[in-house]
C-alpha cells in the first residue's frame, strides 16, 4: 500500500510538470520555479570591532584636591572621509572652534596642506603635511607669525616639537620606546634647563590614545584642537596607557575605566606634591562614536 501511495505521488508530479509545460499551440505558457539559494549572503552588520572616533571631551580640573572645579568641554566632528572638520572648546574663559579645510592641490609639491581656521586673535594655522605627518605649521593674524616645526624618528613617531615667534621660541623633545612615551623634556637640554617629565608603565592598553592631550599646555591645544582627535598626524596615537609621571620632586597618577570596546572612558590624574600631598586633581571624560 505504501509503495501505490508512492507511486501515485510521483505520477501527480508528473503530470503536473506536463500540464504547466505543453498547453497547444503558440499560447504556450511556462512557468520556472527559481531554485533557492541554499547559501545566502548575510546581510551585513556592523563590525564590533569596528574603529571609533573621539567626539567629545570633558575635563574637570580640581585645585588642591578640593572640590571646586573648572570645566573644559572639547567637541570634534568629522567629514565623509573620517578626518576631522569642526573643532570646539568650551571653558571658563568662553570658546573657541575652529574649522578644518584640506587642500590636496599641492601633492606635486611633496606635500598637501592642512588649514584651521580659528579665532580672529590666533588667525588661520596653516599646517603642511607630508606621508601623512605635519612636518611645518604657521600661524599668522596679520600681526604677528609664529612658526612651527615637526621632527620624527624612524618609526614614524614625534620626537620633537619647536615654535618662534620673533626672536623668542621653545621646543620640546620626546622618547619612545616601541608605542610608549617614555620622556619629554620642554626647554632647553643642552643647558639642562626645562621640564622633564618621565613616564612608567605596567602593562595597560587601550584601542586608542593620546598621550599628547595630558600633557601638552593649553594654549598649544588651541592652536591645533584638532590634533588631540587625530593624533596619528603627528605620530603620537598609541595603544600604551602610563600609570604615572614625575616632573623634580612631583609625581602624577592615573587611572582608566574603559568601555566594552576597550577605549577609555574616564581617567583621573591626580598630582602629589614632595610631601604626599595633594596639589591637582584632574579627571577626563571620554565619548567614542
Given at each position: 500500500m505504501?509503495?501505490?501511495?508512492?507511486?501515485?505521488?510521483?505520477?501527480?508530479?508528473?503530470?503536473a510538470?506536463?500540464?504547466?509545460?505543453?498547453?497547444?499551440?503558440?499560447?504556450?505558457?511556462?512557468?520556472?520555479?527559481?531554485?533557492?539559494?541554499t547559501n545566502?549572503?548575510?546581510?551585513?552588520?556592523?563590525?564590533?570591532?569596528?574603529?571609533k572616533?573621539?567626539?567629545?571631551?570633558?575635563?574637570?580640573?580640581?585645585e588642591d584636591?578640593?572640590?571646586?572645579?573648572?570645566?573644559?568641554?572639547?567637541?570634534?566632528?568629522?567629514?565623509?572621509?573620517?578626518?576631522v572638520?569642526?573643532a570646539?572648546?568650551?571653558?571658563s574663559?568662553g570658546?573657541?572652534?575652529?574649522?578644518?579645510?584640506?587642500?590636496?592641490?599641492e601633492?606635486?609639491?611633496?606635500?598637501?596642506?592642512?588649514?584651521?581656521?580659528g579665532p580672529?586673535?590666533?588667525?588661520?594655522?596653516?599646517?603642511?603635511?607630508?606621508?601623512?605627518?605635519?612636518?611645518?605649521?604657521?600661524?599668522?593674524?596679520?600681526?604677528?607669525?609664529?612658526?612651527?616645526?615637526f621632527?620624527?624618528?624612524?618609526?614614524g613617531?614625534?620626537?620633537?616639537?619647536?615654535?618662534?615667534?620673533?626672536?623668542?621660541?621653545?621646543s620640546?623633545?620626546?622618547?619612545?620606546?616601541g608605542?610608549?612615551?617614555?620622556?619629554?623634556?620642554g626647554?632647553?637640554?643642552?643647558?639642562?634647563e626645562?621640564?622633564?617629565l618621565?613616564?612608567?608603565?605596567?602593562g595597560?592598553?587601550?584601542?586608542?590614545?593620546?598621550?599628547?592631550?595630558?600633557?601638552?599646555?593649553?594654549?598649544?591645544?588651541?592652536?591645533?584642537?584638532p590634533?588631540?582627535?587625530?593624533?596619528?598626524?603627528?605620530?603620537a596615537?598609541?595603544?600604551?596607557?602610563?600609570?604615572?609621571?614625575?616632573?623634580?620632586?612631583?609625581?602624577?597618577?592615573?587611572?582608566?575605566?574603559?568601555?566594552?570596546?576597550?577605549?577609555?572612558k574616564?581617567?583621573?590624574?591626580?598630582?602629589?606634591d614632595?610631601?604626599?600631598?595633594?596639589?591637582?586633581?584632574?579627571?577626563?571624560?571620554?565619548t567614542?562614536e
Amino acid at each position: 500500500m505504501k509503495t501505490i501511495k508512492f507511486l501515485g505521488t510521483i505520477l501527480c508530479v508528473v503530470l503536473a510538470s506536463f500540464a504547466t509545460t505543453s498547453c497547444g499551440g503558440d499560447d504556450e505558457t511556462v512557468v520556472i520555479i527559481p531554485e533557492q539559494d541554499t547559501n545566502p549572503v548575510p546581510t551585513p552588520t556592523p563590525s564590533p570591532t569596528a574603529a571609533k572616533k573621539l567626539i567629545k571631551i570633558v575635563e574637570e580640573e580640581y585645585e588642591d584636591g578640593g572640590t571646586n572645579k573648572n570645566s573644559t568641554t572639547f567637541l570634534f566632528d568629522y567629514d565623509e572621509e573620517g578626518r576631522v572638520n569642526y573643532a570646539k572648546i568650551n571653558d571658563s574663559y568662553g570658546y573657541t572652534s575652529v574649522d578644518v579645510a584640506y587642500e590636496e592641490d599641492e601633492i606635486e609639491y611633496g606635500y598637501s596642506e592642512i588649514h584651521v581656521g580659528g579665532p580672529s586673535y590666533y588667525g588661520e594655522v596653516s599646517m603642511r603635511v607630508s606621508e601623512g605627518k605635519i612636518i611645518y605649521a604657521v600661524d599668522d593674524n596679520g600681526t604677528a607669525m609664529t612658526n612651527y616645526n615637526f621632527s620624527y624618528n624612524s618609526k614614524g613617531r614625534i620626537d620633537q616639537f619647536s615654535w618662534n615667534a620673533f626672536s623668542w621660541g621653545e621646543s620640546t623633545s620626546f622618547t619612545w620606546s616601541g608605542d610608549k612615551l617614555v620622556r619629554s623634556h620642554g626647554g632647553d637640554a643642552a643647558a639642562g634647563e626645562g621640564e622633564v617629565l618621565a613616564f612608567k608603565y605596567s602593562g595597560k592598553t587601550c584601542k586608542a590614545f593620546n598621550p599628547m592631550l595630558l600633557i601638552c599646555y593649553q594654549d598649544a591645544l588651541d592652536h591645533f584642537l584638532p590634533l588631540i582627535a587625530q593624533p596619528e598626524w603627528i605620530g603620537a596615537k598609541t595603544t600604551q596607557l602610563f600609570d604615572s609621571y614625575t616632573e623634580e620632586d612631583e609625581t602624577c597618577t592615573l587611572t582608566y575605566t574603559m568601555d566594552a570596546a576597550g577605549y577609555v572612558k574616564k581617567c583621573t590624574t591626580v598630582w602629589y606634591d614632595y610631601d604626599g600631598s595633594i596639589d591637582e586633581r584632574d579627571v577626563y571624560t571620554f565619548t567614542w562614536e
